[in-house]
């Protein structure tokens, strides 16, 4: 009899709880905007979804983001937005933009429950964001002189526009932003420091856009090869330090504290600009803010790309495998990480060996996209003594079963072009401020050529 009584009393015990937590669930408060949805936006999504930006709509308010409501849930869900693209087994990056999950399930929640507006007096304080520039008011700002008129159609080859900083001292480069005067026709912008004395582009005439060799270039093109030439690419990138770049999802260049980029006294920006055509004719002009360090650094940042130019990728092949690989040659402290293909581009992999042959995954991104740009910056610096090789691994998908791709019947090869790819493996890397960043290619001698190995590596020879 007593055991039936314990069993009864469990029972009533049981239903009271069970009717306590589904009377708690039905009485609960669903999510609302302005309490619940706004903080999570303001943390994870206007900095691209506000006006000006480059997202396509607004989510600084109710009325903006309501009609989106559906497509919201659905991008998180899937984890597609916010962008983010590295497999969370490798790698500590400080800026994952990886949404939490319960930050994803308050926004599937809203929108479940009808995305209800609430009350306006419990939105969190807006966020502050300066008009135009996401790193804060430029200490200086560098802008095309002139407006680039873009077709409506046809292929616009890369154009090059050299600014002359006129610095009359060094300036160390805290943070650097690159504004497109008109998004929609900037594909892309890359800002190389060119030292003063430099012959490279001795020729151009400043503020004038122009395209360097483009004789040579249109006859490569005629006869079916890449529409660049690949050794003068690798040459840009090693005599010239690239300062900042733009592309979808790239965000601004801002270094550590005590970490800066140098400029160097009568330096020129050579500015490399990739348009594409729209249907309708447009006009571009391009800035560069800048905003200095404070104080001298304790580091120099320098950016280094680990670059395959030579490959021929068949067609109709789903996983093509390109690789490519630098080699430091001095002590450095790596940063941050930036793959970059093109339509093609399927999967691409960052790997360190270390002088002890120890080997290290550094980022994998299992599903490459190439109208998402990102920087992966490591929360701690990696450390890499002199020796470590930084190895890529990239596959490519030209077949017909990838919706992007151009052309399945193509052989592509490296190019300026969308049609055509690339396989580069950009990293920063920080050596003491005093340093010769020269010493990272082959100790302290200046580098006299480059050529591209059997396997598309390039190699330079002192």
């Known amino acids: ?42 943390r994870n999504c206007q900095n691209c979804h506000r006006p000006g930006e480059a997202a396509p709509m607004s989510f600084l308010d109710y009325g903006s983001t309501r009609p989106w409501a559906k497509a919201i849930k659905s991008e998180v869900q899937v984890k597609k937005m916010p962008p983010w693209l590295a497999d969370p087994h490798y790698g500590k990056f400080s800026n994952d933009r990886s949404l939490s999950d319960a930050d994803r399930n308050t926004l599937v929640a809203w929108v479940d429950a009808g995305s209800r507006e609430g009350n306006p007096t419990e939105a969190p304080q807006a966020v502050a964001f300066l008009e135009g520039w996401n790193i804060g008011k430029p200490d200086l700002v560098y802008t095309m002189p002139n407006a680039f008129e873009v077709p409506a159609k046809g292929t616009i080859e890369y154009q090059y526009v050299v600014i002359p900083t006129h610095l009359s001292e060094d300036k160390w480069v805290q943070m650097a932003e690159v504004r497109p005067g008109n998004r929609a026709v900037v ?29 040579a ?11 660049a030439d690949p050794q003068e690419t690798g040459l840009e990138l090693l005599r010239n330090e690239l300062l900042v770049g733009y592309a979808p999802g790239m965000p601004a260049e801002i270094c550590a504290p005590g970490v800066a980029k140098l400029l160097p006294a009568g330096a020129d920006l050579v500015i490399q600009l990739h348009y594409t055509s729209t249907g309708k004719a447009a006009t571009d002009q391009t800035s560069i803010g800048l905003i200095f360090s404070k104080q001298p650094p304790e580091r120099r940042e320098i950016t280094v790309a680990a670059m395959n130019v030579l490959f021929a990728i068949p067609p109709g092949n789903s996983n093509y495998e390109v690789k490519s690989q630098f080699t430091l040659r001095a002590d450095a402290e790596l940063v941050n990480l930036m793959p970059h293909m093109h339509l093609r581009g399927k999967d691409f992999v960052y790997k360190v060996v270390y002088p002890s042959g120890e080997t290290s995954t550094l980022l994998s991104v299992p599903r490459y996209d190439f109208n998402w740009q990102l920087v992966y910056v490591f929360a701690q610096p990696v450390l890499l003594p002199e020796g470590s090789r930084i190895e890529c691994v990239a596959h490519f998908d030209n077949s017909a079963n990838n919706p992007y791709n151009p052309d ?27 340093a010769d960043p020269r010493d990272l290619y082959r100790g302290r ?11 598309g590596r390039l190699e330079v020879h002192p």
């Open 187 to 215: 594909h892309h912008v890359i800002a190389f420091i060119r030292p003063k004395g430099s012959k490279w582009m001795a020729g151009a005439q400043p503020g004038v856009a122009f395209v360097p060799g483009k004789d």
């Open 445 to 455: 001698r200046v580098s006299r050529s480059v050529r591209v190995d059997d396997v």
């Open 408 to 434: 399945p019947n193509a052989v592509v090869h490296f190019g300026d072009q969308t049609w055509d790819e690339m396989m580069i493996g950009w990293f920063d890397v920080t050596v003491p401020a005093i």
């Open 1 to 42: 009899m007593r055991s039936v009584s314990c069993r009864l009393a469990v029972s009533r015990i049981a239903l009271s709880l069970f009717l306590g937590v589904a009377a708690t669930a039905a009485t609960s408060p669903s999510p609302t905007f302005y309490k619940d949805v706004l903080p999570v936006l303001q």
């Open 217 to 227: 270039r249109s006859r490569r093109g005629a006869e079916g090869n890449a529409a």
